[in-house]
């Protein structure tokens, strides 16, 4: 899948899934701007792209905060050229019972698994409309098909990625723009550790008909398809990424 002379900005490509994308579309020939928080994983993962001859930068910055966006963009275009290939995957998690869960905690969770997508997209995506050619993935998830318990906050503000995965497909169809969102479900990252979740038991449990937990590279295996020329009558595609977790 050649991604030769295309840039790619992965949000939250210092670790778990945004690293294993990031990875995989600079093999596939993008140069990659790595947009995150996380200054050492960053730099971490375009050492790893460019020790094996790709192009990469990283963006230290709030991938849901406008200024700090925008501030990123422009870098990105002056180091790297026009931006035709957007993965909105930073996001955050938190386990917290629907009662408990505060107006500050909900705020925090819309405004950067929602809002940072929105507002990401709002700032590239004129850069795809100059080049008559585009491909947004969002990485939403399984607790958005499902339900999660204790993460109403976060299944919600993954419900809006969807949403907005679809609402954006339509607008830009006719536009050469792609439009699509994987939801993972249960993959072995740093947040999938920092959870309570028993990663070992679930994935023994009859939950995980495949009997593990998914790798980060599973999920940029679909997302190299989802960018490449491929894939270019595919939009407001909801691309399940979950050993089988979840069938619809
Ligand atoms: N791991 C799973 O099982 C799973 C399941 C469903 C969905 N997801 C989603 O996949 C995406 C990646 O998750 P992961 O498991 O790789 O997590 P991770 O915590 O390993 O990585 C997330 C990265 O996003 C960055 N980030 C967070 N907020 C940011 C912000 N405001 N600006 C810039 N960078 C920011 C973090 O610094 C981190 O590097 C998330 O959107 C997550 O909700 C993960």
């Not at 790619?8 to 928080?37: K, Y």
């Not at 995965?165 to 792609?178: C, H, N, Q, V, Y």
């Not at 479900?185 to 679930?202: I, N, W």
Request: glycine letters at 12%; proline letters at 4%.
């Amino acid at each position: 899948m050649s991604l030769e002379g295309k840039v790619a900005v992965v949000t939250g490509g210092a670790s778990g899934i945004g690293r294993a994308i990031s990875l995989q579309l600079a093999r596939d020939g993008a140069a990659i701007s790595v947009w995150d928080l996380d200054k050492i994983g960053a730099a971490e993962t375009v050492a790893m792209i460019t020790d094996a001859g790709g192009r990469a930068i990283a963006c230290i910055g709030d991938a849901a905060s406008a200024a700090e966006i925008a501030a990123s963009a422009a870098r990105t275009r002056e180091e790297l050229g026009a931006i035709t290939i957007l993965v909105n995957n930073a996001g955050i998690t938190d386990f917290c019972p629907f009662q408990d869960i505060t107006e500050a905690s909900l705020e925090r969770m819309l405004h950067i698994n929602l809002m940072g997508p929105f507002m990401c997209t709002q700032a590239i995506i004129p850069d795809m409309l100059a080049s008559g050619w585009g491909r947004i993935v969002n990485i939403s998830s399984s607790s958005a098909q499902t339900g999660a318990p204790m993460m109403a906050h976060y299944s919600a503000s993954k419900g809006g990625v969807i949403a907005l995965t679809k609402t954006l497909a339509r607008e830009f169809a006719s536009k050469g723009i792609t439009v699509n969102n994987i939801p993972p479900g249960f993959v072995d990252t740093p947040m999938l550790r920092k959870s309570p979740v028993d990663v070992e038991a679930q994935a023994a449990s009859p939950a995980s008909p495949m009997g593990r937990a998914g790798a980060p590279e599973d999920i940029a295996g679909a997302c190299s398809y989802l960018v490449s020329d491929a894939a270019g009558y595919v939009t407001g595609l909801t691309l399940g990424v979950n050993g089988g977790r979840v069938m619809q």
